[in-house]
């Protein structure tokens, strides 16, 4: 089951403390950046939770 | 870094020395009050974030020394009115150590390489080749055409051929020839591949053994405590047992039986890892207990949480209250895991 972002929580990519953490963390290609948007591809996504993890905002969660 | 710092019937600082910290967050487990968090561990190892591996709430913190005195890495320094607390007789003390015996040591250099905290520093002093060799070399200059053919094979690269520029019109056209001598290994490659038979070579090496001492590789190798972390690589690489490790703890390190380890597109705990115990192995995470130190950065690291410490017993001295020795004592036998 793929990750959901929290919307309110996540600073996007400009206010994200590591500039869109997720995006680099991900290596599935699950989470990618579409102009300056985090954009999440639920297909790719393999459910390591390692962006859940380490998300500075506490954005990114399971259902 | 970042320290903590009162003063009150005495001062009491804490320094938190991120060049020596792990992020095991042993002293986040340790800490009374919650004052310590993680920092992002797994996204500084990978180089994605430069930030301290643990934050300490100086708010929440109460100065009680709990943390440095748990940390088997001596990243965290507790000094009450300026003294550091592991010089103070009633502070607990780690007497886990490493030690690479230089008399030992015959400078082969693999701890260097394997050392995963670069803690270990080798120079060593080689023989000449022209000490380990004998023979001699001839070139008739009268046969040798300057084709380079000679230079060119020459595994050694002692043959040079030189272009003067004031004999020729054209610098790219030789015009003379030498062997060094230095470096010359008198395997004879020069004196077959040469169209004119103008080399010499007679090696005499096997004729010369009893006049050629064996020469012994002096050298220098030096084990910095500070960067140490006592994984033990050095210990099980050395050839001659020349390393010494005694690891903080014992115990084991295992995974939980219903892990669903994602493997290669997680690999969270082989990068936290600072031991290189861990590498992923048929999509999987396969831990060398031989290289673990038991620290627990890995189990903290797993978003599955499938990775299980269970330390037996630890290096750690001098408990003297019952207090700390209760909270102390935290540390062996529970399985420690992510939180």
């Not at chain 2, 943390?67 to 007789?89: T, V």
């Not at chain 2, 040469?194 to 006049?211: F, G, L, N, R, Y």
């Amino acid at each position: 089951m793929p990750v959901v972002i929290d919307l309110e929580k996540c600073g996007k990519i400009a206010e994200c403390p590591g500039e869109g953490l997720c995006i680099k963390i991900c290596e599935q290609g699950a989470l990618i950046e579409k102009e300056g948007e985090i954009v999440l591809v639920p297909d790719n996504c393999d459910d390591c939770d390692l962006c859940i993890q380490n998300c500075p905002n506490q954005a990114i969660s399971k259902e | 870094m970042s320290t903590v710092c009162r003063h009150g019937k005495e001062s009491r600082s804490l320094t938190h020395k991120n060049d020596h910290c792990v992020g095991c967050g042993i002293c986040v487990d340790m800490c009374p009050t919650e004052a310590i968090r993680l920092g992002p561990v797994m996204p500084v190892a990978r180089g994605l974030l430069e930030a301290d591996l643990i934050n300490i709430n100086q708010k929440e913190c109460c100065l009680c020394g709990l943390c440095a005195a748990s940390c088997p890495f001596d990243a965290l320094e507790f000094n009450l009115n300026g003294k550091n607390s592991k010089e103070l007789g009633n502070y607990p003390q780690w007497t886990h150590n490493a030690n690479i015996d230089s008399e030992t040591c015959i400078y082969c250099g693999r701890c260097e390489t394997a050392c995963p905290q670069d803690a270990i520093y080798l120079k060593r002093v080689l023989p000449t080749i022209d000490e380990l060799v004998r023979g001699e070399t001839d070139i008739d200059k009268d046969k040798c055409i300057y084709c380079g053919i000679c230079e060119e094979m020459c595994p050694a690269n002692a043959i040079e051929i030189e272009f003067n520029q004031i004999n020729s019109n054209n610098p790219q056209v030789a015009s003379n020839i030498k062997i060094d001598e230095s470096k010359c290994i008198y395997c004879s490659i020069c004196k077959r591949v040469c169209p004119e038979s103008a080399i010499k070579i007679v090696c005499t090496t096997c004729m010369s053994q009893e006049d050629i001492i064996i020469p012994e590789i002096e050298g220098n190798i030096i084990l910095d405590d500070k960067k140490c972390i006592n994984c033990g690589w050095c210990q099980e690489i050395c050839p001659v047992d020349a390393a010494q490790v005694i690891k903080p703890f014992e115990g084991e390190i295992f995974y939980v039986d219903d892990f669903e380890c994602k493997g290669d597109s997680c690999h969270a705990c082989a990068d936290v890892c600072p031991c290189n115990a861990i590498s992923m192995v048929d999509n999987r995470s396969v831990v060398n207990p031989v290289f673990c130190t038991l620290c627990g950065a890995c189990a903290k690291a797993c978003p599955q949480k499938g990775i299980v410490i269970k330390r037996s017993s630890m290096k750690l001295k001098n408990i003297k209250s019952k207090s700390w020795n209760d909270r102390l004592g935290g540390l062996l036998h529970q399985a420690s895991q992510s939180k």
